[in-house]
């Protein structure tokens, strides 16, 4: 039996390390075996595991800066991967599958990019598809009638980059399928009634693009853009993503089976936890929705897993469809709610809730995150459960009372901090007001109001990077675009809290912070490493520090 108990141990020295276990937050070596962790602390302090098993010391980060492995609880690496094989139109420089592309400052620039993708187009009855349009920053939406200017016979179909909305023409709208008559959650609509070529939110989205889905979806692209957005992933510094959309594309199983593939790759370098749309998968299955989730995590592993339960209800942040409280917004009221009637939240709701089931309630709008409180009460009132960790997604417009009632009410709250220097002081004089837009992501109350929070990206639905210590320097620094207004100073929070909240609490909000998150014996031997110090540098160069390597279950990815 004692020898059972022999191991290798590789033990890597670093510079410092952070573990994020607040008795022993410091360390100077960590050892590792069998992808866990066997020993924190100096070579000394392990010597007893050591004299009893073989070991070898591997100095390649001895003069490194050693954190647990990032953790971005919310992204679509698949969905947003797909997106970027398409034509773009965004307003920001993005990468692709064929090298860096430029963005379009205007609303005129993407006209005129349009006009020469369609003087291109050589068959008349397939849709040209692009993706990237940016209400806030191009200059408004646009509609129908523009995008018939531009072609009134080839189908134009655009993606906006927070893919809350798509735009078409009037070809575009007979190969969906509808005209005037026609009655849907999500359709656009003039002033005089007709049809504006707006089809918002998700059973809209799915409705129009069942006739461009085998070009957008071809075979094969699942897997390469999850295989692509991966290496993206991990050179940011992430381990572990949770994917908050499965289901939104395509069918479960492909989904699925687009992951596996990816992550069934030796070199592939992240853990993915998948969290499946409620309204498709109750669409799909019905009662068995729970049974089909049960069958599935019996499938997964602690590389590839099922996790919690997805609502969206309402739009989103840089579209301007999320659902604000009065004043409402500044222009015209572009709010947009979910498919799922908020009178029927707590009834969708129930089932999950009563089974166990973590639930993740996508709220960007301070009157969402109201609706989203009170359900969660009403559920707590039905059947107390003690420990749900029921997740506000996004968590964007918000007031401190809110957070003190999320507290009360025993949630968390997973949060796009990035907002807050990309987008918050454009949406000033855009859609919510200079109020609502200051305060963008009130994580400083949400830290006095005792609520555990994450921080995450929504990689790359929306028009920000995927850089978790970019996502510390936005919460810690609370900058905005002109590099000079601090936005909310009372929100800003400190270096720890904001490390905290991409590695431990991040993990805690995907309810695996019993093995992963920290750098702690028995978990999970993920870690990023990072040429400096994250707690030594300045504040204002947090987003500076180089990411030298991840490491997953103790093998660097580098090597």
Sequence with gaps: MCEDKIMHITVFPAAQIHTMDPGRPHASAVAVANGRIVSTGTIESMQPWLRRNTYEIDNRYADKIILPGFIDPHTHLRYSGVYMGLNYVGPIDSASPTG????????????????????????PSKPLTAWGYDPAVQEGHLDRDMLDAISDTIPLWVVAYAPHIIYVNSPMLELIGVDEDSIGHGLGRYPDGRLNGWFVETEAIARATRP?????????????????MGAVAQQAGLTTTADLGWGFSESFEKEWADHRSAIDNDKFPLRILMIPFEARLTRDFGDEAINFLAGKRLEGDDRLTTHGIKY????????????????????DDTAHTGEIPWENMVDRMRPFWKAGIQIHSHANGDRTVDMTLDTLAALQLEHPRFDHRFTIEHYCLSNPSQAK???????????????????????????????????????????????????????NLVVTPLSPLTAAWCAVN???????????PGERISVDRALRAM?????????????????????????????????????EKLNRISVHDTVLEGIPVAK
Excluded at 316 to 324: C, E, I
Excluded at 510 to 531: C, M, W
């Design 405 to 459: 009632r999320l507290a009360a009410l025993g949630g968390l709250a997973s949060v796009n901090i990035y907002f807050v220097h990309y987008r918050a002081q454009l949406h000033s004089d855009h859609g919510f007001g200079p109020d609502r837009s200051e305060a963008t992501a009130r994580l400083g109350s949400l830290e006095r109001a005792g609520v555990t929070f994450a921080l995450h990206s929504d990689f």
């Design 312 to 331: 969206v209800n309402d739009g989103s942040y840089p579209s301007m469809t999320l659902v604000m409280n009065q004043p409402g917004y500044l222009d």
């Design 212 to 228: 461009v889905a085998d070009s957008v979806y071809a075979d094969g692209s699942g897997s390469q853009a999850i295989e692509r």
């Design 478 to 488: 609370r900058l905005a675009a002109d590099g000079s207004t601090v936005m909310a």
């Design 100 to 123: 860096l592309r430029k963005g379009l400052p205007t609303r005129d620039a993407v006209c005129n990019q349009l006009r020469s993708l369609v003087s291109e187009h050589d068959d």
């Design 503 to 539: 590695t431990i609490d991040a993990a805690h909000v995907l309810n695996r912070d019993d093995r992963l998150g920290s750098i702690e014996v028995g978990k999970y031997a993920d870690f990023t490493v990072l040429d400096d110090d994250p707690y030594q540098v300045s504040v």
